[in-house]
């Protein structure tokens, strides 16, 4: 039996989050430092000797394939059409958001993705221009990690993932539900068209690392430490993705009603 991509991403996610767990941790400070040992838990990267080696292949691959691709992507593709592909993809992304929107019990955001899905696909040409946004509609992310954050589900320690980069156990474990929420994928996968959905995860790939070629080199330019550089600008902006999605209308109501 072939598996579909959906599983393989699951298989690949789980496997590469438990090779981590079982290959050697960081040895903690001594229990009489309690300056470090503070230092050490707030960091919550037990992983890191292992978490390096993942980064330097991943920051390897990237330098060697994947900017170069980004580069050429953007010599030669306009801007005003990059833009267009960015709008296209982000409208089929629309239906996860939308499903994690719901599972957080955030039915404003949710009326504001279909919302938005709708405008998009019809008027924006399928999505090749985004409308919504003009209207009033802004976009917003929301994935299953994220969902499961809202839920209380715990990140757990910090983990670099193979190719896909920092994570966490909660994160990870949402990478492979997203990869079952996603109707279009499933639709291309059910109709013989699995080659669609490859080709639109590697060009969402060179899409997404040309919008952050100067940033990411703006980091490594200026940080001392690049590894930690990325960890902490990660943990920052996942922490302020779900403070945001803890403003929803399912974790207001929690917050007012405990009882």
């Known amino acids: 039996m072939i598996l579909k991509p959906r599983v393989k991403l699951a298989s690949f996610l789980g496997l590469a989050a438990l090779l ?22 707030q960091l919550n990267d037990p992983f890191e000797p292992m ?33 267009r592909v960015t ?8 239906p996860g ?10 039915l404003s955001r949710a009326g504001i ?14 999505g090749i221009m985004d409308v919504a946004t003009p209207m009033g509609l ?9 969902t499961f954050a809202v839920w209380g589900v715990p990140d757990g320690p910090y983990l670099v993932l193979p190719l896909f980069g920092p994570s966490n156990p909660r994160d990870t474990l ?11 994928s499933s639709t291309l996968d059910d109709n013989g068209l699995r080659w669609v959905s ?33 960890r902490s600008l990660k943990r920052q902006s996942r922490d302020a993705q779900i403070r945001e999605a803890l403003k929803g209308d399912w974790a207001s109501d929690s917050a007012n009603n405990p009882h």
């Not at 330097?56 to 580069?71: I, S, T």
């Not at 060179?206 to 952050?212: C, K, L, Q």
């Open 97 to 106: 958001i939308f499903a994690n929107d719901v599972l957080e019990g955030d």
């Open 198 to 230: 490859w080709v639109r995860v590697a060009v969402t790939g060179i899409s997404t690392r040309e919008a952050y070629i100067d940033v990411v080199e703006d980091i490594k330019r200026t940080s001392i430490d690049f590894y930690s550089a990325m």
């Open 20 to 41: 981590i767990v079982m290959t050697g941790c960081a040895t903690p400070p001594p229990a009489d430092d309690p300056d470090a040992v503070s230092e050490f838990r």
């Open 174 to 184: 949402g990478l492979s539900a997203d990869s079952f929420l996603d109707p279009v």
């Open 138 to 146: 802004p976009a917003h992310n929301a994935d299953a990690g994220q």
């Open 87 to 94: 709008d296209a993809l982000g409208n089929l992304k629309s």
């Open 51 to 83: 978490n390096r080696k993942i980064f330097a292949f991943n920051d390897w691959l990237d330098d060697n394939a994947l900017v170069p691709l980004a580069r050429a992507y953007r010599a030669v593709v306009p801007r005003l059409a990059r833009a």
């Open 113 to 126: 993705t279909l919302s938005r899905f709708l405008l998009n696909t019809t008027f924006g040409v399928a």
